[in-house]
């Protein structure tokens, strides 16, 4: 039976290597995986070496502070590989750290795989020979990616995204407020600020700053924020305690689907958390920051390529939903743009616009994502 070598970083590359775990499993029985797991992997069958929040760092400046770690991690993690080769790697998002894992066990003969594409198409496009030396395969969940891949003949298959799979096309707001415990007929608001804990921290205090904000103008409104993890959620209250003391926040662990059905809009971070958003078909207002380092790099050194950042937006190809980039996350100016949601005249037609984007996702993705990798494996083995 096969075995594969599986890395993925915090939560996101989680929720994606659980349902690639199991669609491997069903393909191949008995098959064995390992590597750098969290809990749905581990839930899956995967034999975690390390867990997945070893590689919760975002931006540049933030992996330059941690950089000593991680080499650290990257070379335990190799040994460990040497010792137990496996027939195929999958890096699970987290390219910074994957692809030079990738690069290496290429050399060494081993097929390589990165599970949703670095944004290379958006900014420091350069990266895209070092990620075709390093991956014998890229599996996209942008339809768009591919094209791109295909202008610098690296090989990349669209797969489609598990979110879209797994969230459902219509959200059902009435039972996820009941199963919240939120009141029926309340306009909710929900807050998603994040889960590592660079970002919260970044994130938090604006957030919880609109909070009181909108508290102060609309004191109907309920709030509820689901929240990723232990830290996120004590890095959360004490923004909140800070900054909008008084107003009551639903915090809850987990349960991001629920949160975001049982909303009229939401306010959340950059990142994953905006797709699912958009599939769940509530309006948004997201926000993106990062520290001063990184931002500088990536602003200031022109090296972003593209004029949206939110997913939603790039999955359309024009502004469905506002975005605000690190000195306009403020209060302010997020507090009027999450009014304008609640109240946005042209809620059908963004609501249209979403469910065209979850239908294009909607692609049975972690089946077709073990197709791809066993394929490469089966090759492998023929050339035997």
Known sequence: MPSFGLVAGEASGDNLGGPLIR????????ARSYGIAGPRMVEA????????????????AEILRHLPRILRLRRELLERFAAAPPDVFVGIDSPEFNLRVARELKSRGVPTVQYVSPQVWAWRQGRVRTIGESVDLVLCVLPFETSFYES????AVFVGHPLADRVPLVSDPVAARAALG???AAEIVAVLPGSRGGEVARLGPPFAATIAWLAARRPGIRYVAPMANAAARSTFERSLAEHAPGVEVVLVDGRAQEALAASDAVLVASGTATLETALVK?????????APLTSWLVRDLGLVKTEYFSQPNLLAGRRIVPEYFQEDVRPDLLGPAMLEQLERPDR???????GKIHRQLRRDASARA???????????????
């Not at 509530?282 to 990062?290: E, I, K, L, S």
């Not at 494996?377 to 023929?382: H, K, N, P, Q, S």
């Open 182 to 184: 939120l009141p029926a």
């Open 23 to 30: 669609a491997l499993a069903a393909q191949r029985p008995g």
């Open 282 to 290: 509530r309006p948004m207002v997201v926000a993106y920051r990062v």
């Open 370 to 384: 073990a197709e791809a990798v066993l394929d490469l494996v089966d090759a492998r083995r023929a050339r035997r």
């Open 152 to 155: 610098h003949a690296v090989r």
């Open 45 to 60: 069958g995967c034999e975690a070496w390390y867990p997945a929040d070893v590689l919760a760092v975002m931006g540049l």
């Open 348 to 354: 059908a037609a963004l609501l249209e616009e979403y």
